[in-house]
């Protein structure tokens, strides 16, 4: 479970209330990411706290999740000591998740894939980021990624000439991405030796409005 500054003693403090609802405490591993400076706007200038005399904080993302998981050694003990194939990344707010994940589960070892997804579908337009593929043209080299929505449309109008539109079934031909992702263990942990975990720095903002200069609040910035 990655928490912040924010959680990780509320988080700590209902596992052990509740008997960590019937796991083994050895099993559960609470891993608290920093917090770095919230911003308030596209000058990347720093908010302030109420009193006005702190600057303002925010966890830093989910991206970190990568880092703790190499810098704490947990991802690498759980294939060396607990023989563990694969790892699932949810996020705590998506509890029917479980409904679908033996399936995915399944599809990714019958198909012996390293990396897989799990995505809804979604309107054209609507708020979500957009699985896709894209590939360079000079390159040739193409990869499966998320796109974030406020740069989706961009993206289309610049290299189809046409925006998110429906097909036939009446939802975008781009499913929406859900945050939950599956990977081999093994070349995870191999991936992660590699980078040392490390992700690029990356922030998608909601502005507060269409000048989209002003952040509507500093730690909705996700980064």
Known sequence: ??????????????????GYFGA???????????????LIDNQARFAQTEDKWLVDTKPHGH?????????????KKWV???????????QDTNGVVFRALPAALGVSIEKKFEVNSLTVPRRPGEAVGSICRLVNEETGVGMTCNVEYNQ?????????????EADESGFSPYPGNINVLIFALEPYVATLERTRGSMPEFVNPKYADDTKTTFKNPHASNA
Do not use: C, Y
Not at 64 to 73: E, K, R
Not at 80 to 90: H, I, M, P, T
Not at 152 to 163: C, I, M, N, V, Y
């Open 152 to 164: 989706f449309e961009p993206l289309l109008q610049a290299t189809s000439g046409k925006g998110d």
């Open 80 to 90: 060396e000591e607990n023989g563990a194939k694969w790892l699932v990344f949810f």
């Open 1 to 18: 479970i990655m928490t912040s500054d924010d959680t990780h003693q509320r988080t700590l403090d209902l596992l052990v209330e509740n």
């Open 63 to 75: 991206g970190d999740v990568h880092w703790l998981l190499h810098s704490s050694g947990t991802a």
């Open 24 to 38: 083994n405490p050895a099993q559960v591993t609470l891993l608290k990411q920093e917090k770095v400076p919230a």
